[in-house]
């Protein structure tokens, strides 16, 4: 049996490698999948399983992908309901890797699908949970992230169903038992974790003040307080975790591939002719001595300004962010023609202090 943390620091995030006689698992794995799939290579293993502890959050899964290029599994937890094939696990279910078995159990709580993956070893004795974001090191999953999407379910609610998960399923587990968490310090899926990612079970119900409240109500309380504001873009994770998204590869190549002159302005709304400076005549140029005396008022199209303006590529940026800023900070005037006229005026009085091409 061979176990591997992939961590990644930037976002605090553990994926899996489980292996197996030849078979493999991956756990949790980011989007860009070339760290799994080399791994298994170097290793001359296959990649039979991909599980998901939940639907993440905080970045976009590489399941699809890992899925589509291995042909392996894709096993969610007892409730989960994406949008593409998968296999949703029953709790309690059983399944063989190698030589060894993963036991699924479900432990709502962070989110309803949260499920926790115990590893039982060659002997069938429990060795270690990949417990997602149901049990971190030092603190426990933040149970308000689904009333984002579902206002029904309170933090109290997901809560009081965490409390009975790690009571249920997770507490009576052997101390020996590894815990081997989704996030580690820094993520933003829980507010109290600790520097480690890893520990014995044992400890964690020592130290972990989640799994050492009194009661339910206690418990309740301890976690759900003194929450920060979940980021903005975490349920739109959710939904592409759920509804599917477009290959890696495929996102790539387009995000490598030139744009149109007519294409970057419908991206933008910024005029043609700040899209290249290929697209500026060489003649046009020359009339840079006498561009600053053009006023905005007699600029009246964007033809005119194409065949007038020696355009550095390398203001581009800069020249969008001014139109941008300039839509935003200001509603009214709202003709095409008044936004122009308002992007222009900018335009002459940033580029009366640069230097000519
Ligand atoms: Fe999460």
Same mark, same amino acid.
């Given at each position: 049996m061979f176990i591997k943390q992939l961590y990644t620091g930037c976002l605090s995030e553990a994926a899996y490698y489980i292996e197996s006689n030849g078979e493999a698992a991956v756990i949790?794995?980011?989007?860009?999948?070339d760290a799994y799939l080399e791994l298994a290579n170097e290793r001359k293993a296959s990649i039979k399983y991909i599980f998901e502890?939940?639907?993440?959050?905080?970045f976009v899964s590489g399941h699809q992908d890992l899925s589509a290029k291995t042909g392996a599994a894709i096993v969610f937890g007892p409730t989960a309901a994406p949008s593409y094939p998968v296999h949703v696990a029953t709790d309690g279910e059983i399944l063989k890797l190698g030589k060894v078995t993963i036991k699924v159990l479900h432990t709502p709580?962070?989110?309803?699908?949260s499920s926790t993956y115990l590893l039982r070893d060659e002997q069938g004795k429990d060795y270690a949970i990949f417990s997602g974001d149901t049990l971190f090191i030092g603190d426990v999953g933040r149970p308000d992230l689904v009333q984002k999407l579902n206002a029904d379910v309170t933090p109290q609610i997901l809560a009081g169903h965490l409390y009975d998960s790690l009571r249920d399923k997770?507490?009576?587990?052997?101390?020996?038992v590894i815990v081997y968490p989704g996030h580690g310090a820094? !993520?933003?899926?829980?507010?109290k974790m600790m520097t480690e990612t890893v520990d014995k079970l044992g400890n964690q119900k020592k130290v972990n003040y989640a799994l050492s409240q009194p009661n339910k109500e206690a418990f309740i309380k301890a976690v759900t307080d003194g929450l920060m504001p979940p980021p903005a873009y975490f349920p739109a994770n959710v939904a592409m975790n759920k509804k599917g998204y477009t290959s890696f590869e495929e996102v790539k190549s387009r995000g490598m591939s030139s744009l149109t002159p007519e294409v970057f302005d419908v991206i933008t709304g910024v005029p043609q002719a700040m899209a290249s400076r290929s697209t500026i005549p060489k003649a046009s140029r020359r009339h840079w001595a006498g561009?600053? !005396?053009? !006023?905005a008022r007699e600029i009246v199209s964007i033809n005119t300004l194409r065949s007038s303006l020696p355009v550095n590529l390398a203001r581009t940026d800069s020249l969008s962010a001014i139109f941008s800023r300039r839509k935003r900070s200001s509603p009214s005037p709202t003709s095409t023609r008044s936004r122009f006229s308002v992007f222009c005026t900018s335009f002459m009085a940033r580029m009366s202090t640069s230097a000519p091409l």
């Amino acid at each position: 049996m061979f176990i591997k943390q992939l961590y990644t620091g930037c976002l605090s995030e553990a994926a899996y490698y489980i292996e197996s006689n030849g078979e493999a698992a991956v756990i949790d794995p980011l989007r860009d999948i070339d760290a799994y799939l080399e791994l298994a290579n170097e290793r001359k293993a296959s990649i039979k399983y991909i599980f998901e502890t939940h639907f993440h959050a905080d970045f976009v899964s590489g399941h699809q992908d890992l899925s589509a290029k291995t042909g392996a599994a894709i096993v969610f937890g007892p409730t989960a309901a994406p949008s593409y094939p998968v296999h949703v696990a029953t709790d309690g279910e059983i399944l063989k890797l190698g030589k060894v078995t993963i036991k699924v159990l479900h432990t709502p709580g962070h989110t309803m699908e949260s499920s926790t993956y115990l590893l039982r070893d060659e002997q069938g004795k429990d060795y270690a949970i990949f417990s997602g974001d149901t049990l971190f090191i030092g603190d426990v999953g933040r149970p308000d992230l689904v009333q984002k999407l579902n206002a029904d379910v309170t933090p109290q609610i997901l809560a009081g169903h965490l409390y009975d998960s790690l009571r249920d399923k997770i507490m009576p587990l052997a101390d020996h038992v590894i815990v081997y968490p989704g996030h580690g310090a820094g !993520s933003a899926c829980g507010k109290k974790m600790m520097t480690e990612t890893v520990d014995k079970l044992g400890n964690q119900k020592k130290v972990n003040y989640a799994l050492s409240q009194p009661n339910k109500e206690a418990f309740i309380k301890a976690v759900t307080d003194g929450l920060m504001p979940p980021p903005a873009y975490f349920p739109a994770n959710v939904a592409m975790n759920k509804k599917g998204y477009t290959s890696f590869e495929e996102v790539k190549s387009r995000g490598m591939s030139s744009l149109t002159p007519e294409v970057f302005d419908v991206i933008t709304g910024v005029p043609q002719a700040m899209a290249s400076r290929s697209t500026i005549p060489k003649a046009s140029r020359r009339h840079w001595a006498g561009l600053t !005396s053009i !006023s905005a008022r007699e600029i009246v199209s964007i033809n005119t300004l194409r065949s007038s303006l020696p355009v550095n590529l390398a203001r581009t940026d800069s020249l969008s962010a001014i139109f941008s800023r300039r839509k935003r900070s200001s509603p009214s005037p709202t003709s095409t023609r008044s936004r122009f006229s308002v992007f222009c005026t900018s335009f002459m009085a940033r580029m009366s202090t640069s230097a000519p091409l």
